[in-house]
Every structure is written in C-alpha cells, then in structure tokens.
C-alpha cells in the first residue's frame, strides 16, 4: 500500500509563497506519477498540476501554471508543490495523489491520496 503524507501547509499573507510536500511511504516511488489537486467545499477536486516517474516531465492547470510549479526527488521519496504569490482565492485544501499508470488531470483516476494540508491566504 502507498501511503501519502502532505505537509507545509498553514497561513501566508497575499502575495507570498509556501511550499508543499508530499512524503511518500513507497516500494516503488520512481514508478508513480504524483498529481496535486485542490478542494474547497461544495465543489470536486480540482486538477492543479502533476510530475512524471522521473521527474522530466510535468503538467499544470491554466491558473497556476509558471506560478505553482512541481518538484520531485526519487532518493526522498517527496513530491513538492512551490506555491508563488499567493491570493486567497488560492486557499484550499490541497492534496496530493499517486498513480502507477495514469498520466493525466482525472480525479477519478488516481487511487491513492494522502490526507490533504490546509494552505489559508489573507489579505
């Protein structure tokens, strides 16, 4: 079983930045694609961007793309998300999500999350 840890979540004033981390407790880390997604409540997760196996390849929403960019290290087993000049708009919850095979912006494709980490933005 994969099992997922995020953390670096918390409150940052507008216009700054956080970084997310995705500890991964895996066999196999090198093999999975890692996707972050986002929730708040009354709507589905959101698709906010994705890193291939190995890292060399990586996909992201229309809104945070050249603003929100990921981040992998195999020997650490960690994903990361680099959250830039934040809004509050941008407060959410964010996760983040592993699968073997998917590669792609599907909610409903990926199997295994982590538990979520509350990132809250004030003005």
């Known amino acids: 079983q994969v099992q997922l840890l995020e953390s670096g979540g918390g409150l940052v004033q507008a216009g700054g930045s956080r970084r997310l981390l995705c500890a991964a407790h895996a066999r196999t880390f090198n093999s999975l694609i890692m996707g972050w997604f986002r929730h708040a409540p009354g709507k589905g997760r959101g698709f906010v961007g994705l890193i291939s196996r190995s890292g060399a390849a990586t996909d992201y929403a229309d809104s945070v793309k050249g603003r929100f960019p990921i981040s992998k290290d195999n020997a650490k087993n960690t994903v990361y998300l680099q959250m830039n000049n934040l809004k509050p708009e941008y407060t959410f919850q964010y996760y983040c999500?592993?699968?073997?095979?998917?590669?792609?912006?599907?909610?409903?494709?990926?199997?295994?999350w982590g538990q979520g980490t509350k990132v809250t933005v004030a003005s």
């Open positions: 999500a592993a699968s073997r095979f998917y590669n792609g912006r599907d909610v409903d494709q990926y199997d295994c």
